[in-house]
Each structure stands twice: as C-alpha cells, then as structure tokens.
C-alpha cells in the first residue's frame, strides 16, 4: 500500500507511478527501479495539480527548493495521446500487479 502525494488516498502500488527527483526536475520511474527516495502519485492530472499546490514533491523526496513537474506533465501527455490513438480508455500500463523476479 501506498499513499498518493496528491489526493492522500491509500492504493496498491500498482495504481500509481513512482516519481524521483533528479537534478531538481520530476521523472516518472516506469520501471520503479531508479535509486533514490520516491514519492507515488496517480496517474491523473488532478493529483498532480493537487501535490503540486501543497508543495508535497519537496516535502515526500526530501528535497530543498521547488521542483520541476515538467517531465510527470510530459508523461501524462504522451500516455493521454497514445490512449486517444488507440481509442482505449484511459487505464494506465503499469496498474498491472508487478512481481518480484527474485
């Protein structure tokens, strides 16, 4: 279980996107392998504004200073446009289960 920065509400990990803070810009970790602290997000628009407007990314990656949400709001556009070509609903690829190959 963890806790969306954004709405506060407790889901499965495999509902939301981890997020890192490098070089103070925002990266989604797809693949929830890159090191360092991450803060969970869902993948929807709304959460982000919200976490964005509490200043929570700073205060969950311990980090100091504002940081850059450009790369989460470019992952949310490419996943909406390839969700619109394929004429899918809006689900994302990675609230699939994922199990540990150890």
Do not use: N, Y
Not at 22 to 28: A, E, F, K, M, P
Not at 51 to 57: K, L, T, V
Not at 59 to 81: E, I, N, P, Y
């Amino acid at each position: 279980m963890r806790t969306c920065v954004g709405c506060r509400k407790r889901c499965e990990s495999g509902e939301l996107l981890r997020v890192i803070a490098v070089d103070g810009r925002l990266v989604v970790d797809e693949r929830r392998r890159l090191p360092g602290r991450g803060a969970w997000l869902h993948p929807e628009q709304d959460c982000l504004t919200k976490a964005e407007r509490r200043r929570a990314f700073p205060r969950a990656l311990k980090a100091t200073g504002a940081l850059d949400a450009s790369g989460v709001r470019d992952h949310f556009a490419r996943f909406a446009a390839v969700s619109a070509d394929k004429g899918q609903p809006r689900v994302h690829q990675e609230s699939r289960k994922q199990v540990d190959p150890s």
